[in-house]
Antibody, heavy 121, light 107 residues
Framework: QVQLVQSGGEVKKPGASVKVSCKAS????????ITWVRQAPGQGLEWMGW????????EYAVELQDRLTLTADTSTNTAYMELRSLRSDDTAVYYC??????????????WGQGTLVTVSS | EIVMTQSPAILSVSPGERATLSCRAS??????LAWYRQKPGQAPRLLIY???TRATGIPARFSGSGSGTEFTLTISSLQSEDFAVYYC??????????FGQGTKLEI
């Protein structure tokens, strides 16, 4: 079945970088874009960015574009999210999700299980 | 940016009863509206897309309606697993598909 499996939780110090992976199975990463969404503790969902593995095109939230890089490796069917210069308010669960909005008019489906990134000195 | 506003923030309902959740967009999003359910400690799951189409595997007790700026999610007979947080999301203005702040459905 279609599934996204993310890498495990991370603890980082302020100023460090984190790279989270999102491995797709049951479909080819090139057929749908991947979106990244994060959720701070007890908060709502925040859109971070989007990548098309087919074209390599990316879009980023304005407030993150200086620190965020999304990539995709089609040979391993894996997408990556790298966030640099981490701050305490980057502490959140990070989700990848398959974006079906353009291809089939749907929403984000499915989602990865989430990766908790904790930023603390 | 399109702002999505959900109401109420918290809805208290008994099992077996009907729940109605609302979502308003700051400008028209046509029918490009999705609903998600997020259980504690889990990732969100797509329930409804195109405002009224149930996603694969979603039971018929979930229904969505609306267009333009006003949308509703109705759960006809609440089951225990439905007590969770629900988010609406517009996907009319690419690429930043904004979410509402969520409605917590509690017993």
């Amino acid at each position: 079945q279609v599934q996204l499996v993310q890498s495990g939780g991370e603890v980082k110090k302020p100023g460090a970088s984190v790279k989270v992976s999102c491995k797709a199975s049951g479909y080819s990463l090139t057929t749908y874009a991947i979106t990244w969404v994060r959720q701070a503790p007890g908060q709502g969902l925040e859109w971070m960015g989007w990548i098309s593995a087919f074209t390599g095109n990316t879009e980023y939230a304005v407030e993150l574009q200086d620190r965020l890089t999304l990539t995709a490796d089609t040979s391993t069917n894996t997408a990556y999210m790298e966030l640099r210069s981490l701050r305490s308010d980057d502490t959140a669960v990070y989700y990848c999700a398959r974006d079906t909005t353009v291809t089939t008019g749907g929403g984000y489906d499915p989602w990865g299980q989430g990766t908790l990134v904790t930023v603390s000195s | 940016e399109i702002v999505m506003t959900q109401s109420p923030a918290i809805l208290s309902v008994s099992p077996g009863e009907r729940a109605t959740l609302s979502c308003r967009a700051s400008q028209s999003v046509s029918i490009n509206l999705a609903w998600y359910r997020q259980k504690p400690g889990q990732a969100p799951r797509l329930l409804i897309y195109r405002a009224s189409t149930r996603a694969t595997g979603i039971p018929a007790r979930f229904s969505g309606s609306g267009s333009g700026t006003e949308f509703t999610l109705t759960i006809s007979s609440l089951q225990s697993e439905d007590f969770a947080v629900y988010y609406c999301q517009q996907y009319n203005k690419w690429p930043r598909y904004t979410f509402g702040q969520g409605t917590k459905l509690e017993i």
